[in-house]
């Protein structure tokens, strides 16, 4: 059974001086989740917010809010990210060495838990997590900016992720120059998360950049 596309918006492309009424459209445009990009200016060359935005967003919808952590060092850091009302942390296997720790302190938190490879980083290290995690997110940019070009050469990496996942239950979540040209690559690589930011925020018509985005990748799943 193919799982269905869930379609992630990341507010990084957003219209910050209407950063509410940005989160209201895509969510009634029919986003599944709100992806949340946190940039330290350490661990990639940006910086974006911090917790009190996301806690600041957080009663305009009871959609998942999907926190991208892109910070180094990330221990201290998910606390508040839970209490500002993240559904999901995920981090990066290059933030530190301690990635099993940080993901079993997300799940004593209550939240989801994500493992996050930068395009240059194997499937190979998520294999002792695949027991401790909910989500599993490539990045098909290297982290930083939006509106970067997809990376084609990791749809290999896409599929032997799935393969790898098997019949846990995980989220395959793509990040990084997702487009109505690009969605049908993951998902016919095996990916039921698609992060998108400037092929959502384009235009007037978030719903329907949506809805493009999500056709395009289920007929890519449908025909797997
Ligand atoms: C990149 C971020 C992405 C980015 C996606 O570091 O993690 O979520 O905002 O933006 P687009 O879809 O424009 O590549
Ligand atoms: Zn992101």
Redo the contacts with the bound molecule.
């Keep these: 059974m193919t799982s269905p596309i869930l379609i992630a918006p ?1 507010i990084l492309a957003a219209d910050f001086a209407n950063l509410g009424e940005e989160v209201r459209a895509i969510c009634e445009g029919g986003a599944d989740w709100v ?1 949340v ?1 946190i940039m330290d200016g350490h661990f990639v060359p940006n910086i974006s917010f911090g917790p009190i935005v996301l806690n600041a967003i957080r009663p305009v919808t009871d959609k998942v809010m999907d926190v ?1 952590l892109m910070i180094s060092p990330v221990d201290i850091y998910v606390d508040d990210f839970a209490k500002a009302g993240a559904d999901t942390i995920t981090i990066h296997a290059e933030a530190g060495p301690h990635a099993h720790r940080t993901l079993q302190k997300i799940k004593a938190l209550g939240k989801k838990a994500g493992i996050v490879l930068n395009p240059a980083t194997p499937a190979s290290v998520v294999d002792p997590l695949l027991d401790d995690i909910d989500i599993i997110l490539v990045m098909t940019v290297n982290p930083g900016f939006g509106g970067q070009k997809f990376i084609t050469t990791m749809e290999p990496k896409i599929a032997q992720l799935r393969a790898m996942i098997g019949n846990r239950n995980i989220d395959l979540e793509i ?1 990084g120059g997702v487009t109505v040209e690009t969605a049908p690559i993951c998902a016919r690589a095996g990916a039921n998360v698609l ?1 998108a930011g400037s092929a959502v925020f384009k235009g007037d018509d978030y719903a329907a950049n949506i809805k493009a985005i999500r056709e395009a990748a289920e007929q890519a799943a449908n025909a797997r």
């Design positions: 990341s992806h990009d991208h990040d992060v």
